[in-house]
C-alpha cells in the first residue's frame, strides 16, 4: 500500500536543463515535503506545503520551486539542474499537524 | 549548524546482541522524535518515536529512551537480527512547527552479523 508514490523513480539531465520530479498520494494528506538526501547530511528539507496552493521554503530551497495545484500533487522543479543537485529526492506526507511523517521510495537524479 | 547529530555512521553487532544507536540535538524546543530504517533503493519507514513528557517508549523489540537533561535520546534493538541492518536516522519535530516539519541527523548504518 504505497499511498504515496515518486516520479521519475531515476533521471540523468544535463546541466542547465530544468527537471521537474512529481509526488502523488492518494491519501488526502495535507501535509506534503520533499527532502534531499546526500551522504553525511541525513535528509535535508527543500520546501513542504500545508495546503492547496501553500507552501514554503526549507533548509535548502535555493535552486528549487514547488507547486501545489491539488491535494494528491505536489511538484519539485530544478529550474536549471545543476551538479551540486545530483541527489536523492524523497516525497512524504502527513495527515496533520503532530502526525507520523510518511516517505515515498525515492527518486534519483543525477546531473550531468 | 546540526540541529540532530548521529557522531556514530556506522555501528557493528554480532547477531542476537543489543544494539544502540545514539542521537544528539541542540534545540530545546524539540518536543517529539522519531527513529525512522531506510533499507538501500526505499524510502525510510517510522519505526518508533518518543514525545518528550516520556524518557521510554518501548515497541516490542525496539526501545528509545529519552534524556531531555543531556539533549541526548538512543534507540535499543534487542535481540539484533541480520534484517535489522539498514541506515537508522534520529528525527526531532519542535513546538509550534506549523508545517509539521522534522529535522534528522545524519544517519547511522547498522550492520548485523550473523
Known amino acids: 500500500d504505497a499511498g504515496i508514490t515518486q516520479s521519475p523513480r531515476h533521471k540523468v539531465t544535463e546541466t542547465g536543463t530544468p527537471v521537474t520530479l512529481r509526488c502523488h498520494q492518494t491519501?488526502?494528506?495535507?501535509?506534503m515535503y520533499w527532502y534531499r538526501q546526500d551522504p553525511g547530511h541525513g535528509l535535508r528539507l527543500i520546501h513542504y506545503?500545508?495546503?492547496?496552493?501553500?507552501?514554503d521554503k526549507g533548509e535548502v530551497s535555493d535552486g528549487y520551486s514547488v507547486s501545489r495545484s491539488k491535494t494528491e500533487d505536489f511538484l519539485l522543479t530544478l529550474e536549471s539542474a545543476t551538479s551540486s543537485q545530483t541527489s536523492v529526492y524523497f516525497c512524504?506526507?502527513?495527515?496533520?499537524?503532530?502526525?507520523?511523517?510518511?516517505f515515498g521510495e525515492g527518486s534519483w537524479l543525477t546531473v550531468v | 549548524d546540526q540541529q540532530v547529530k548521529q557522531n556514530s555512521p556506522s555501528l557493528s553487532v554480532q547477531e542476537g546482541r543489543i544494539s544502540i544507536l545514539n542521537c544528539d540535538y541542540t534545540?530545546?524546543?524539540?518536543?517529539?522524535f522519531l527513529w525512522y530504517k531506510k533499507y538501500p533503493a526505499e524510502g525510510p519507514t517510522f519505526l518508533i518515536s518518543?514525545?518528550?513528557?516520556?524518557d521510554k517508549n518501548e515497541d516490542g523489540r525496539f526501545t528509545v529512551f529519552l534524556n531531555k537533561s543531556a539533549k541526548h535520546l538512543s534507540l535499543h534493538i534487542v535481540p539484533s537480527q541480520p534484517g535489522d541492518s539498514a541506515v537508522y536516522f534520529c528525527a526531532a519535530r519542535g513546538t509550534n512547527n506549523a508545517g509539521n516539519m522534522l529535522t534528522f541527523g545524519g544517519g547511522t548504518r547498522l550492520m548485523v552479523k550473523p
Open positions: 506545503s500545508y495546503g492547496v496552493k501553500d507552501t
Open positions: 534545540n530545546s524546543m524539540f518536543d517529539y
Open positions: 491519501e488526502n494528506h495535507r501535509y
Open positions: 518518543i514525545s518528550s513528557i516520556k
Open positions: 512524504a506526507m502527513a495527515q496533520g499537524r503532530g502526525n507520523t511523517i510518511y
